[in-house]
T-cell receptor
Framework: AQSVTQPDIHITVSEGASLELRCNYS??????LFWYVQSPGQGLQLLLK??????LVQGIKGFEAEFKRSQSSFNLRKPSVHWSDAAEYFC??????????FGAGTQVVVTP | NAGVTQTPKFRILKIGQSMTLQCTQD?????MYWYRQDPGMGLKLIYY???????DKGEVPNGYNVSRSTTEDFPLRLELAAPSQTSVYFC???????????FGQGTRLTVV
């Protein structure tokens, strides 16, 4: 069965430090991969997506993600975190037959 | 451009009552989705649709029904509300399964 795993439920990071959020997927072929961010009380906003081609993908707000087929991973990174990056982050997998499946999310707390 | 609009934003239901969560999008998207979000559980797909007249079950369809008579609208029906259906519900749409999903602001439902 297809699945999306975000191993870290909660991450605390200091402002200005780097951030990496992990995402692993289980799927029979190369899926469509997404990272979304959810601020408190809001819907989800797309940060970036990967379909094919270059495995390093640039997104909005200074985020990037790298697709590693051998590890079935699509980890999200940001070199220097800002206080406004405090939010919940979701990795998602899109399937050709229509379903969009999300991981459980990683809550990011940014400390001064 | 309104995007994805959900109504109502908040609702309290008594056990056994029924209600319909409304969702409409003005982007002419083929794909539409209903998710529920529970703390620490991420988003779970309830139902999805790949076009008018076509719907299919997601991960957690029990207790819900949907219809898709037009491209724009994708209402979610709760027939006999139960406390386990207390959640935040998100509607989303995308052009296709590989495209960015746009989310509504959510409906917070409490069943008492």
């Amino acid at each position: 069965a297809q699945s999306v795993t975000q191993p870290d439920i909660h991450i605390t990071v200091s402002e200005g430090a780097s951030l990496e959020l992990r995402c692993n997927y289980s799927y029979g072929a190369t899926p469509y991969l997404f990272w979304y961010v959810q601020s408190p009380g809001q819907g989800l906003q797309l940060l970036l997506k990967y379909f094919s081609g270059d495995t390093l993908v640039q997104g909005i707000k200074g985020f990037e993600a790298e697709f590693k087929r051998s590890q079935s991973s699509f980890n999200l990174r940001k070199p220097s975190v800002h206080w406004s990056d405090a939010a919940e982050y979701f990795c998602a997998v899109g399937h050709s037959w229509g379903k969009l499946q999300f991981g459980a999310g990683t809550q990011v707390v940014v400390t001064p | 451009n309104a995007g994805v609009t959900q109504t109502p934003k908040f609702r309290i239901l008594k056990i056994g009552q029924s209600m319909t969560l409304q969702c409409t999008q003005d982007m002419n998207h083929n794909y539409m989705y209903w998710y529920r979000q529970d703390p620490g559980m991420g988003l779970k797909l309830i139902y999805y649709s790949v076009g008018a007249g076509i719907t299919d079950k997601g991960e957690v369809p029990n207790g819900y029904n949907v219809s898709r008579s037009t491209t724009e609208d994708f209402p979610l029906r709760l027939e006999l509300a139960a406390p386990s259906q207390t959640s935040v519900y998100f509607c989303a749409s995308s052009l296709d399964s590989a495209a960015e999903a746009f989310f509504g602001q959510g409906t917070r439902l409490t069943v008492v």
